[in-house]
């Protein structure tokens, strides 16, 4: 109950996060609608995909559809004034960044897969109903660009399989991962941190 | 037979619209090739890959492959004169859609899902084609912006499961609704009606 | 194990031209490892998922991961550098591209699908990794613009079943398709050949 209540609060930041977006890009009711659906469920999704699970879960449990549907109205109705919840809006992204991570992370557990594969699946899993959304919205994803995000999902993947080495109880192997993805992420977004581009110094048509 | 019918006439001109788009981005006969071929069978393959139906369609049943062939031979040796065409292409097209609509609700009712979820898989088959043609020729989805299209989707498929709910004959309950899809479309399209766009009044970072 | 070796050196080629693709764009690391990944491995992936095979191979084999992550570090390492081993990359490229077609024919074939549909698994496998590199960096797909490349697949995958028409050894009805594929797209960048665009004479507004 407590985790699917973080699961909720994910997905309506990430629905919000893909009406603002989509919003700026001046889309259409619809177009907004589709935008929010894929930053909250596209990187579950392309994650059922990979796995060769279907159908994937959100055509299964109608209750993403819903949630996501009030999150629009709720964002397009109150979007003069969503700027004041900014803070918040943050904080159930971050949340819902971490455990999208950990939910990833087990599944692919659960599918047999390398401790690699897992933390791959994890942040997948939390950072590519992002890149979907500014694929839709025809710019480069800006989490390829300038935020440290994806590093924080793969730290948390990483922290996961450290505690299950040890014989720590299993709510805390859960718990603990989702903790260091959201300090990581606190902490880089505090101290405006990320991570630094890489180019060539000279021109090159190759 | 008659829906095949459908069927090939709806292929048909989602392949030409993908030609012509292709046209316009000047692509090279393998970059038109596959923008007509996602346009026409995207949107019915993101819907098989959702339901975790694989192979999906086209790879088993070859016709759909010719006809998309055919039809860009046709569409690039006619390109000067394809405008005169354009209001049966554009009949074509509202069959198509009105057909994939209904096509991908049964598919949905066939996998036991709630009705919400056959709606959203019938608007699914019916319209992503057109995004994914987008996202390849580097747009931002036109039905993302200005067109009463998966608005028309949706009202077909309410309509399907509102005369499901009557004992009305199974034929009327597959045909009525793509009248319905078709009707909305041709209204919108003559009186011009697309749906608002919401934007802030104000420039916001978030 | 000769193939492996060509299959490692194809996706050492591919994850390069990913990193290079995403440097230009000035992507961060992990922007940077996600475009070569894809550029290296989105190819197959789409022909499993069109299968209906999962999981995806990378997911079970994880040393598709650790080729393509020292593949990255190398390339950044040495990315003033690069140029000097343009020759040696775009062999191995070429070879990747040979092989990755006749594979994805096998799994086709494998499947219990018409030749044509193995042909296009083929091409897709080949060619559908640079594809989806080219959306994620904003660009519209370069081999619908300008390189003999798809052609090439086609052309490998078509002698693939000729050859199969005839009573040879099947480790030749495996290699000589490479060749072919090999042959066509050296000729065609030596001779700088391209298929040529088609649009049409005026504008017009459909």
Known sequence: MF???IEIL???SFAISGVLTAMNKRLDPFGIFIVAFVTALGGGTLRDLLLGVGPVTWLVDTTY???IMISVVFAVAFREKIKYLRKSLFLFDTLGIGLYTVVGVEKGVAAGLTPVMCVALGTITA???GVIRD???NEIPIIFRKEVYATACIAGGVFYFVLKAFPIEKDLVFALPILVVIVIRLLA????L???TVYRSEKDPN
């Not at 977004?189 to 405006?192: G, L």
């Open 10 to 12: 994910g997905t309506i």
């Open 189 to 192: 977004v505090r101290f405006k």
């Open 194 to 196: 990320s991570l630094p």
């Open 65 to 67: 559809m819903y949630v």
């Open 127 to 129: 950072s590519f109903g």
């Open 3 to 5: 985790y699917f209540t």
């Open 135 to 137: 694929i839709l919205c």
